[in-house]
């Protein structure tokens, strides 16, 4: 994931003419602090997990970006994930710089107590380097709003005051902020409203597959659904549904919510995940995983527009092979960056302590994403290069020229 992100980094530089020396500062992280988490296990064993937590640029502003618990978290997925996090804020204009933390570990195996005790252990180990000023975590894989309560209490008991806006992603009781749920999914519908109005495909009746039924996927499809757009098939790790009428998207979500898997649906035939991508439509959204959209299934994407609700579910190769057949993909750092903005706008309430309406939240993501999305767009017309170049082109500028204003210390 690594090499992949300094590939991306070192093909803009070259096409932007970055100074040499910007360029070398921003291959390198800023800061990398790895941590022991010692936790009592419910059984009295102690285990000791390593964390991490990884800031890559603050030219710009505190650091943010997630905190993930997983058994392949490790240094240098958190890199490439707190620099793709830069490029992320940089795009949509978010004063911050990126950052990544997680630990290695398996959290579908923990019990609420032991993640509670590991979580405080590992932030009051961060506690150096997190704050509203300094970095602000939010959830990511396996870590949600609870994670965050216990983040957020636990550095405030050290600091002996209430600070909300340490992280975000919150309970709304805590000065979380409404829409946030919403936020990632809520960004790729408006992206790919934007984009469809572009490649003159009417969203009434467009025909949309989902891969990935979960906080991103499973919100963008209600959205297209409410639309009237035919949302034909979803799946999510047990597989998926296909139905060429249409799925009836808000009875989906209301059998998800029992607990069950979108297999359990039974207006439809199933499909399998790999299936799935290469159903003929016009909008495809992976929003599972990374490593989807591969060299090996890439010439059998039948979609017109991909937006990339996932982060890197598509390979390098696999771009190329698209960018060939002449296939639009709304990279990642465009289409999921709904999530982060909303953030945003969390730690800003906070801050003040004046909370928003709902509507003004999406009225301000609206315009977040579409402004992001035109300038991509634009520049990709202006440069002849693909929507993922153009938009880290734009991005990796944005940080460069923060870096040559501010110049170097000492
Ligand atoms: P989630 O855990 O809520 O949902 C993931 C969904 O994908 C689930 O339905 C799961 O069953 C399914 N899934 C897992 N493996 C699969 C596979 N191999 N094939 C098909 N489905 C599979 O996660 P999420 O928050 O929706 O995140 C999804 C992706 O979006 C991740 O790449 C994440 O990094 C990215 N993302 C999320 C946010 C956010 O705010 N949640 C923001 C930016 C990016």
């Keep these: 994931m690594l090499e992949v992100a300094l590939a991306q980094l070192d093909a803009v530089a070259e096409r932007l003419a970055l100074d040499p020396g910007i ?35 603050l030219t710009l ?23 793709l996090m830069s490029w992320k804020c940089a795009l ?35 506690l150096l380097v997190i704050g509203p000023d300094q970095d602000i975590p939010a959830p990511d894989l396996y870590t949600n709003e609870q994670t965050m309560a216990w983040m957020m209490d636990t550095y405030s008991m050290h600091r002996g005051i209430t600070t909300p806006g340490v992280v975000t992603g919150k309970p709304l009781l805590l000065g979380g902020s409404l829409g946030r749920a919403e936020a990632t999914g809520r960004g790729v519908y408006y992206v790919v409203k934007a984009a469809a109005r572009d490649h003159d495909v009417p ?100 979609a017109r527009i991909v937006a990339e609700g996932a982060n890197g579910p598509t390979t390098p190769e696999a771009d190329q092979i698209l960018a060939a057949k002449g296939t639009t993909v709304i990279p990642d750092i465009l289409a999921n960056a709904g999530g982060v903005a909303v953030s945003y706008f969390e730690w800003v309430q906070d801050l003040q302590q004046y909370f928003w309406h709902e509507h003004q939240i999406n009225e301000r993501l609206s315009e977040v994403m579409i402004s992001a999305y035109q300038r991509v767009v634009a520049l990709s017309r202006k440069e002849q290069v693909d929507l993922r170049t153009a938009a880290l082109m734009l991005a990796v500028k944005r940080v460069a020229d923060g870096k040559r204003l501010r110049g170097l210390y000492p």
Excluded: W
């Design 23 to 57: 360029h070398k500062r921003l291959r390198q992280p800023q800061r990398s602090l790895i941590v022991s988490v010692p936790t009592l296990m419910d059984d009295g064993r102690l285990e000791v997990f390593t964390g991490f937590r990884v800031q890559h640029d």
């Design 61 to 83: 502003g505190p650091t943010k970006g997630g905190i993930r618990y997983h058994p392949g978290v490790n240094l240098g997925e958190v890199t490439a994930l707190a620099m």
């Design 92 to 126: 949509i204009g978010l004063p911050y710089g990126g950052a990544k933390g997680g630990i290695c570990c398996d959290a579908t195996r923990m019990s609420q107590g032991e993640l509670e005790r590991m979580t405080r252990r590992y932030t009051s180990e961060i």
């Design 203 to 302: 969203m009434k009746g467009a025909r949309v597959v989902v891969q990935g039924f979960g906080n991103v996927g499973a919100v963008a499809a209600k959205l297209f659904y409410e639309e009237d757009c035919r949302v034909i098939a979803v799946s999510d790790s047990k597989g998926g549904i296909y139905n060429a009428n249409g799925l009836n998207i808000a009875q989906v979500l209301a059998e998800d919510a029992e607990g069950g898997s979108v297999t359990q649906h039974r207006d439809g035939d199933r499909i399998s995940n790999e299936e799935i991508l290469e159903l003929e439509c016009d909008i495809l959204i992976p929003a599972a995983t990374e490593g989807q959209i591969t060299r090996k299934n890439a010439d059998r994407i039948r």
